[in-house]
Structures are given as structure tokens and as C-alpha cells.
């Protein structure tokens, strides 16, 4: 119902703005409602006597702006001018089936209270540009980047659990006000949001996500196995991986000395995965997810310098992983294109600038 956005935008700017331009917008969103009001005369529900697609969509008028309209005085969609809506509303948001899936009203009211006090223009609607949109009415959202690993894991991590979010793409070379707002420290992807608050470093984001969401554990719940995942991670991204990279980008002796550093690191998880099929056992876990890069990324970029170090004769176990890893299913589509990521690499590879060697990983 093409109507429903229209509507949606013109009451949440009756709500934030003010003067001239809310009594402006009032007017718009009562032509919609009116609409709406028309359309749900005589039935339950939008879908007829159970919940469908527009009462899904409408959602936003039966919780959402009731919310906001408390928050700062907005009488809009009263029972005298609209009792079907009324009706449709007390009915859609008492279902259990909904009411157990609506975010808490308190919460909200403390968010739109603390918009409405702002001394700034952000707690106005208007603003539509990219990534500055603001973080209100998805609950989950993940800025992070294409072909990162990092932003990769947490997206399967997401997945695993089988949590709907929005993903933003970043401009690592041009980073937004958004980024810089919700990670000023290290000002790097990827950040997941979760009901406006935000929490950065992949590894922290997963177990975040474990603990936060039911579905498959991705941490193991023996605490001692845990521990061990925690470690093998840690030695994944603070040692392993910046070897493997330093190897590929750099050149002569020093090449041979950071592949003679990563054959050493990599022969640990060599006779970690031993017998296994993941390192979380027969399922994909958190040091799989970490290790994503060693399965994807360090096999592309390596064939293109011409560097062999994962062979094999060397590395069955981890070769058979990486096959096993890559191969799987969920993990297929959910890495970034094999083509695209050489075509990335191949022309850091032909640059003339030291953008191309290790400093970040």
C-alpha cells in the first residue's frame, strides 16, 4: 500500500516539527489517514481477520507514532475523526502475537523525550542524507564495509542467528559524521547498533550478538571451550593475520621472513583443526568466523602475488577446513564476490603508494 509511507512521513514530521511547518504536515497526514480510515471501515484488520502486509507496514501509526504524538502534544488521530483507525489500533497492538514483538512504550517515550529536548536540528525528521540518516526505527543496523572480513564475520554471526538488520555501507576513504559518532575512537568498521546504542570490535560485537539473540550458539557454552575459542581468536587477529597479510604485501627478505612467521603460526592451527570439521566442531563458531579470512581473503590475494603457503602438502587439515568452510552453503552466500575482491586487490597490487602494505588490517 503505496500510501503508508506517505503517511508514515508526513505524521512524524507533524510530531518534530513545529510552527507553520507542523500544522503544514498535520494537515498532509490527515489526508492519508483519512485514506486508511476508509480502507480498514468493517474489518480487523488490514488483511481482513488476521494480520498481513499492511498491518505490518501501518505499524509504525499504531505504536510508533502514538508514542512520539504523547511525547511532544500532538493530537492528530483522534477517536471522533478516525475510529476505525482507533479500532484497527487498540486491536492490532493488543494481539499477543504483536504486543510481544513491540519495543517497550517507556523505553521509547525516554528516547522521543530525549529527541524533543535536543538543542540541535537532530531530533528532527528531515534529515535523509545516506549515511547521517538517523538510527530510530530499525532496531538492528551494521555500518561496515563490502569486502571487509571483519564486517563479514559479524554479518554472519547476524545471520546465524537469524536477526533482521540493515547494513550501511561506509566509505573508508571518506568516513561519515555516523561512523565517527558511533566509533570516535577507532573511527573503523564494522559498529553494530542495537536500539540506538552502538558496540564496536567484531569479536565483542559476536558475543554481544550471542548473548543478545536465541538461535545456534556461536561461543561454546562449556566455559572452558569458551575460553579456548576466546584464545584462538585473539591469536587469529593479533598474530596469524598480520602475518599472513605482511607476507603478501611485502617483498624480499622481508617477505621471507613474515611467511616463515606465518608458517609458524599457521602450524598451531594446523593441529588445532585436526580431526575436525570447524574449529567449533561439526558447526561453524566463533574462531570459524574469525578465521573467515584465512578461507577467502588470504587465498585471493595470495594466488595474485604468486605466493603458495596454505598448500596441501603442508596444511591438509586447514586446506580440507577452508574448502569445508567456503563451501558450506551459508557461508557461500555470504562472502563477498570471489571476482570483485581480486579486481580490489589486483589494483592495490598495481599501485605506486604504501596504501597497499600492511599498516591497517
Request: charged share 30%; glycine share 10%.
Given at each position: 500500500m503505496k500510501i503508508c509511507p506517505q503517511c508514515v512521513?508526513?505524521?512524524?514530521?507533524?510530531?518534530?516539527?513545529?510552527?507553520?511547518?507542523?500544522?503544514?504536515?498535520?494537515?498532509?497526514?490527515?489526508?492519508?489517514?483519512?485514506?486508511?480510515?476508509?480502507?480498514?471501515?468493517?474489518?480487523?484488520?488490514?488483511?481482513?481477520?488476521?494480520?498481513?502486509?499492511?498491518?505490518?507496514?501501518?505499524?509504525?501509526?499504531a505504536h510508533w507514532f502514538r508514542v512520539s504524538a504523547e511525547s511532544v502534544g500532538l493530537e492528530l488521530m483522534t477517536e471522533d475523526k478516525f475510529p476505525n483507525l482507533r479500532k484497527w489500533v487498540d486491536e492490532y497492538t493488543n494481539s499477543s502475537f504483536v504486543k510481544e514483538n513491540l519495543p517497550d512504550k517507556d523505553k521509547m517515550v525516554a528516547l522521543y523525550m530525549a529527541r524533543y529536548q535536543a538543542p540541535d536540528g537532530t531530533k528532527y525528521f528531515p534529515k535523509n542524507k545516506g549515511n547521517q540518516e538517523l538510527?530510530?526505527?530499525?532496531?538492528?543496523?551494521?555500518?561496515?564495509?563490502?569486502?571487509?572480513?571483519?564486517?563479514?564475520?559479524?554479518?554472519?554471526?547476524?545471520?546465524?542467528?537469524?536477526?533482521?538488520?540493515?547494513?550501511?555501507?561506509?566509505?573508508?576513504?571518506?568516513?561519515?559524521?555516523?561512523?565517527l559518532k558511533y566509533n570516535p575512537i577507532h573511527k573503523k568498521v564494522p559498529v553494530l547498533v542495537h536500539n540506538g546504542k552502538p558496540i564496536a570490535e567484531s569479536l565483542i560485537i559476536i558475543e554481544y550478538i550471542d548473548e543478545v539473540w536465541e538461535g545456534p550458539s556461536i561461543l561454546p557454552h562449556d566455559p572452558y571451550e569458551r575460553a579456548m575459542a576466546r584464545f584462538w581468536v585473539k591469536f587469529l587477529d593479533e598474530k596469524c593475520m598480520p602475518a599472513l597479510w605482511k607476507a603478501c604485501w611485502s617483498k624480499g627478505e622481508e617477505r621471507e621472513k613474515n611467511k616463515d612467521e606465518a608458517i609458524e603460526d599457521l602450524k598451531f592451527?594446523?593441529?588445532?583443526?585436526?580431526?575436525?570439521?570447524?574449529?567449533?566442531?561439526?558447526?561453524?563458531?566463533?574462531?570459524?568466523?574469525?578465521?573467515?579470512?584465512?578461507?577467502?581473503?588470504?587465498?585471493?590475494?595470495?594466488?595474485?602475488?604468486?605466493?603458495?603457503?596454505i598448500t596441501d602438502d603442508k596444511f591438509p587439515n586447514l586446506s580440507k577446513w577452508a574448502d569445508e568452510y567456503i563451501n558450506s552453503s551459508f557461508v557461500k552466500e555470504n562472502l563477498p564476490d570471489r571476482d570483485k575482491m581480486a579486481a580490489f586487490f589486483r589494483a592495490r597490487i598495481q599501485a605506486h603508494d604504501e596504501t597497499k602494505y600492511f599498516p591497517k588490517v
Open positions: 512521513r508526513a505524521m512524524w514530521r507533524a510530531c518534530w516539527c513545529t510552527g507553520e511547518e507542523r500544522e503544514k504536515n498535520r494537515d498532509e497526514a490527515i489526508v492519508h489517514l483519512k485514506f486508511l480510515e476508509s480502507e480498514i471501515k468493517g474489518k480487523k484488520f488490514f488483511g481482513g481477520d488476521t494480520i498481513g502486509l499492511v498491518d505490518l507496514a501501518a505499524n509504525f501509526i538510527i530510530v526505527m530499525a532496531e538492528v543496523k551494521l555500518l561496515g564495509a563490502w569486502g571487509s572480513p571483519f564486517s563479514r564475520r559479524v554479518e554472519m554471526a547476524l545471520k546465524l542467528k537469524g536477526v533482521e538488520y540493515e547494513f550501511i555501507e561506509e566509505d573508508l576513504n571518506n568516513k561519515s559524521p555516523l561512523l592451527l594446523e593441529s588445532e583443526i585436526k580431526g575436525k570439521k570447524f574449529f567449533g566442531g561439526d558447526t561453524i563458531g566463533l574462531v570459524d568466523l574469525a578465521a573467515n579470512f584465512i578461507a577467502h581473503w588470504f587465498r585471493i590475494i595470495s594466488e595474485l602475488v604468486g605466493l603458495e603457503l
